[in-house]
């Protein structure tokens, strides 16, 4: 590439990020306008907006961009001397004139120049007082405004909704925050920009911001450990301060005999430790500035880092009023976006996965909730629709709401939906709350609309919504009033990257609860443990919760101490509210989140990782996988009792055996016998499902085929003998074949028992697991 070549390449770049800032100063006042199109400060913003493009389009050498910016700077400069009222048509255009500059400044495009005679024609002809050069300047083949509003409307609602598909790997992430209306100027080639407040402005990939802030984060974690450092010290200091206490008493008592040589080694030892005292007491008082300093540094740091990733509810925001308004023009209402809490701060990553539920919902609301404006009109109602979108910070969340004062959901309607779609019979159906009847729309593939349109009757809406909340470890609720409107609250984590937890100790060891998933912590009493079927609650808030021991959700020993408080956690995701009982409280902490090795694949219960102050790891709840867990254990009948003197007083165990086995008549009949011996007995289809089984649970015998999918049962042995807790367990392989050669290999593998099907018989199992392990409660 020429120099040439590389000047009008920089040139250029920077013309796309003006057209960039002045397009969204454009679009804010036009949008701005529409509702008060004599308002002076809005006019002079977009026609300055309009004249600052114009001049870079002519320096840069782009005649398209000076041809489309020169006729809407026509246009508002006839709104602000009075000679143009702008109308709904006016705005409309101008609006199409900052598309089609942002499709002229895109580096690659290929604008044809069609495209700008069309559009020159028809501001001219709208701004034009002679009806005979309005019919001169109007091409035959310019299509009408209407046909141009609808392509544009679809065409903003297909980038919007595929935005969260095809976002970009590399995130544009401003380490100064620039200002809302930043107009940017060159300061040199390549990336650099300078905002009016001149500060520059770079843009850093997402993964060396990651990077950052994970580097932050253990820097700050590393000045926590000169703490005990610090307090040692300390303690050398009072242990000198009793040596020299030592010497004074020890010099009193030799005060009367002491010769000479015994008074100077005397005088000696106290000048030594003198000077020993000195030093420490300087460098104790070095080392605590410089822990001091460099927690702060690290401190500032680490916020520093994690305010980069941190950005303005409003940066996803970018284009959704303008979609609002034009699809709403489309179907032919007027519906006005007004938002509230833009400066709300969210992490990036939160953003970028938001933007798509929005789009959903925002499309919803314009398409479904909000009337035709003669509807509103007999209801009592403004001709214009509203739809407010807020944002707020509560208790770690970002909460949103959206909002529209629309006709709500026909609630009779959508009951003869679900009755017609067999969702569910008549007599339920007429039985449903409305609260029940609202979570139908929530079902993927249902949809209120009988006809597919260009904007819905897809049956793809909230069930996305919901799915892509969920993702983030968020939830959505909706609720309405019939002829009023609707309304849907988000609730989603700030950041994905940092979490507000309650980290406890279970079984000795660290874990952490996010805030977000937590309804309590309470102590729960001996007494107040109940059995309700079979199973443990505790009276919480006016209804009975369910109460389940923390080590054996994740594994841990069981606390040897008895205790008549129960340190327990109230966890709860949509209607599913449990009690975890732990071993304590450490306290409440912000974690830096640190992803886990890939290779773990997905460890049951457990999101993800952190590291506390003083080093130590500790790992997160995935408290939605938690609580799928809880029910599997009640389904399967395997829940612990935490009662902890009803547990003392029965000291007989059933002792447990895992059947892994792709038969299920095998399985049925192995388990069955084992059973009737009063064996505890749990099945696995394979050995990969074995293998799971016994990394989540305790048992006293494995018994294993050999051929089996996925993982076959000398795979399954082997595993187990490499595993340092699983070792020592007793495995018995039961196998069709009774050739030596197999017998050798299961035995090789590390099985302590071969029994052949083909001899099979309910003695010989029931011998041999007695043989391996002793009777059932022995």
């Given at each position: ?14 013309f796309t990020l003006e057209a960039e800032a002045q397009t969204q100063v454009l679009s804010a006042g036009l949008l701005a306008l529409e509702r008060n199109p004599t308002q002076a400060d809005h006019l002079e913003a977009c026609m300055r907006a309009a004249h600052s ?726």
């Open positions: 590439m020429t120099p040439d070549q590389m000047r009008d390449a920089s040139l250029f770049e920077l493009l114009k001049g870079a389009a002519r320096i840069v050498g782009v005649n398209a961009g000076v041809s489309v910016s020169h006729v809407m700077e026509d246009c508002l400069v006839s709104a602000q001397e009075g000679r143009l009222h702008l109308l709904p048509e006016h705005i409309d255009a101008l609006l199409m004139g900052t598309d089609l500059l942002m499709r002229i400044a895109t580096p690659g495009a290929s604008v044809p120049q069609a495209d700008v005679d069309g559009y020159v024609a028809l501001m001219n002809n709208m701004v034009s007082d002679d009806p005979a050069m309005k019919a001169m300047l109007v091409p035959t083949a310019l299509p009408s405004l209407e046909d141009i509003l609808l392509a544009n409307a679809q065409s903003l609602v297909t980038s919007l909704q595929s935005a969260q598909d095809s976002a970009a790997e590399e995130l544009a992430a401003s380490v100064v925050e620039p200002a809302p209306d930043p107009a940017l100027k060159a300061d040199g080639p390549g990336e650099r920009r300078v905002a009016e407040t001149g500060e520059r402005v770079l843009r850093v990939t997402a993964e060396r911001l990651n990077n950052l802030l994970d580097l932050s984060s253990k820097s700050l974690v590393e000045t926590q450990r000169l703490k005990p450092y610090l307090a040692a010290m300390q303690r050398v200091k009072r242990t000198q301060t009793g040596a020299t206490r030592a010497l004074d008493s020890l010099e009193a008592l030799l005060a009367a005999n002491t010769d000479p040589d015994a008074q100077k080694a005397l005088d000696e030892a106290r000048r030594l430790l003198g000077e020993a005292q000195h030093l420490l007491i300087q460098q104790t008082a070095d080392l605590d500035e410089f822990g001091w300093q460099a927690s702060q540094r690290a401190q500032l740091l680490y916020d520093t880092a994690l305010a980069c990733r941190m950005r303005p509810f409003a940066d996803v925001l970018a284009g959704q009023a303008r979609m609002v308004r034009d699809l709403g023009r489309s179907l032919g209402k007027q519906v006005r976006l007004e938002i509230d809490g833009e400066k709300t701060q969210v992490d990036r990553d939160v953003l970028e996965k938001l933007e798509a539920p929005l789009t959903h919902l925002l499309r919803n609301a314009v398409d479904h909730g909000i009337e035709l404006p003669a509807q509103r009109i007999a209801c009592g109602k403004p001709a214009e629709g509203l739809i407010q979108l807020k944002a707020s910070h509560q208790a770690g969340l970002l909460v949103v709401e959206l909002i529209d004062d629309g006709a709500g959901v026909d609630l009779e309607r959508l009951r003869l939906s679900i009755i017609e779609r067999k969702l569910s019979p008549a007599e339920t159906a007429a039985q449903l709350s409305e609260e029940e009847l609202l979570s139908f729309l929530f079902l993927p593939g249902f949809s209120m609309r009988d006809k597919v349109t260009e904007v819905s009757g897809r049956g793809v809406g909230l069930d996305a919504v919901q799915h892509m909340i969920r993702q983030l470890r968020g939830g959505v609720e909706m609720d309405q009033r019939a002829g009023q409107g609707s309304r849907f609250h988000l609730e989603v984590p700030l950041t994905l990257s940092v979490v507000r937890s309650l980290v406890v100790d279970v079984g000795g060891e660290a874990y952490a609860f996010p805030l977000a998933h937590i309804e309590r912590m309470r102590d729960v009493r001996a007494d107040e443990i109940v059995q309700l079927e079979g199973r443990q609650h505790f009276w919480h808030e006016e209804r009975h919760v369910g109460l389940v021991a923390a080590t054996q959700l994740l594994n841990r020993p069981a606390s040897q101490h008895s205790e008549d408080v129960l340190k327990v956690v109230v966890i709860r995701e949509r209607d599913a509210v449990y009690g975890v009982a732990v071993e304590r409280f450490i306290g409440e902490r912000t974690l830096v989140v640190l992803p886990l090795d890939p290779r773990l694949g997905k460890v049951q219960d457990i999101s993800a990782g952190a590291l506390l102050d003083d080093g130590s790891a500790v790992l997160i709840i995935d408290v939605e996988d938690m609580l799928r867990s809880v029910e599997k254990l009640l389904n399967t009948g395997r829940l612990e009792r935490i009662d902890r003197r009803s547990r003392q007083a029965d000291t007989r165990v059933r002792k447990r055996v895992l059947v892994v086995d792709d038969s299920l008549t095998v399985r049925e009949l192995e388990r069955k016998l084992l059973l009737s011996r009063g064996y505890e007995v749990a099945v696995a289809v394979d050995g990969m499902d074995g293998w799971n089984a016994l990394r989540g649970e305790d048992f006293d015998l494995l018994i294993t085929d050999i051929d089996m999918p996925r993982m076959d049962g000398i795979e399954l042995v082997t595993l187990v003998r490499r595993d340092s807790r699983l070792q020592s367990l007793p495995v018995m392989v039961v196998s069709y074949k009774d050739r030596e050669e197999d017998r050798r290999r299961g035995l090789d593998a590390g099985a302590d028992y071969y029994l052949a099907k083909a001899s099979f018989h309910d003695d010989a199992l029931l011998d041999a697991v007695v043989e391996l392990i002793g009777d059932a409660q022995g």
